[in-house]
């Protein structure tokens, strides 16, 4: 099956960029936000990206030129009606996604595939809200969207083969690396990942390092690309306790229970990169 109209609901990083990996497929692509602000910054954001990969020599002007057209923006729902595959991008709080998710089944075909892009959520509590579960599925993108080649394509326990089928070969035409997880709290990357950095907030609240010898460590010592605090700043550090709140939900371990200097962090507005400050400043 080849999708060759996608919807992509949400215009944050992830959004502008699995948008633009979309695009790259040959597929039409259309961008829902919800203001107009929203819309204008995805078609910056994708407009910045093709640049930078035309400066550094991976793509050519003419193919981001092909990508770029293929790209619209809008901020109605109903834009979607004609899609054949729905990605969406929005926050990670279930409350809101359920919402979504009732709210496109209402707009789109009985053959569409409806995917989230979410990194944590249980995936069949979404598939539920819609007239056909067997359609629905997880399709977790890694950030930056263009540069991560590992998406793990997540079965919830109502999927249909083809369902999944689909979504592997989309991703693969994505040129990505799609891994099949099941369906349960974090599914593989995040479950692994998050105990590491919410410890590492642990060992920081402790005295027994500082956040730059703690990077410094996990680079040198381990051949990380980045320390667990730049890491926590990229991803966010609200995004971050959301993770960490669900796996908790999940697992009722300790190791998932947000270490209490990540929800103070959260409280004073100091949520990493997107806000300019986290557990190192940026911008300046």
């Given at each position: 099956m080849t999708f060759e109209k996608i919807g992509v609901v949400g215009s944050g990083i992830m959004g502008s960029g699995v948008a633009e990996v979309c695009a790259a497929t040959g597929a039409e692509v259309i961008v829902r936000a919800?203001?107009?602000e929203g819309a204008d910054a995805v078609l910056v954001a994708v407009d910045a990206s093709l640049a930078k990969q035309v400066d550094k020599g991976k793509r050519d002007v003419e193919e981001a030129a092909d990508i770029r057209r293929r790209l619209r923006v809008t901020t109605e729902l109903?834009?979607?009606?004609?899609?054949?595959?729905?990605?969406?991008?929005v926050v990670e709080d279930l409350v809101v996604k359920i919402g979504l998710f009732r709210a496109l089944d209402a707009v789109v075909g009985p053959t569409t595939i409806i995917a989230t892009c979410t990194s944590t959520l249980p995936i069949i509590d979404l598939?539920?809200?819609v007239s056909r579960p067997e359609r629905v599925c997880g399709v977790h993108f890694f950030n930056p969207v263009p540069v991560m080649t590992l998406v793990e394509v997540?079965?919830?326990?109502?999927?249909?083969?083809?369902?999944?089928?689909?979504v592997t070969e989309f991703v693969r035409?994505?040129?990505?690396e799609p891994i099949e997880t099941k369906d349960q709290a974090g599914f593989i990357v995040n479950a692994l990942l998050f105990p590491y950095l919410n410890n590492a907030v642990?060992?920081?609240e402790h005295g027994v390092a500082t956040k730059e010898g703690i990077d410094a460590a996990?680079?040198?010592?381990?051949?990380?690309p980045m320390g667990p605090f730049a890491l926590l700043d990229l991803v966010g550090l609200d995004t971050s306790v959301a993770i960490l709140d669900a796996l908790y939900a999940e697992y009722a371990d300790a190791n998932y229970a947000p270490v209490p200097l990540l929800r103070r962090m959260v409280s004073a507005g100091q949520l990493g990169r997107k806000?300019?400050?986290?557990?190192?400043?940026?911008g300046q």
């Open positions: 919800r203001t107009t109903s834009d979607l009606a004609q899609c054949d595959f729905v990605i969406e991008t598939a539920m809200q997540v079965r919830p326990i109502s999927a249909s083969d083809e369902t999944i089928d689909a035409a994505c040129e990505k642990r060992l920081l996990m680079k040198g010592g381990c051949g990380f806000s300019g400050a986290g557990f190192y400043v940026y």
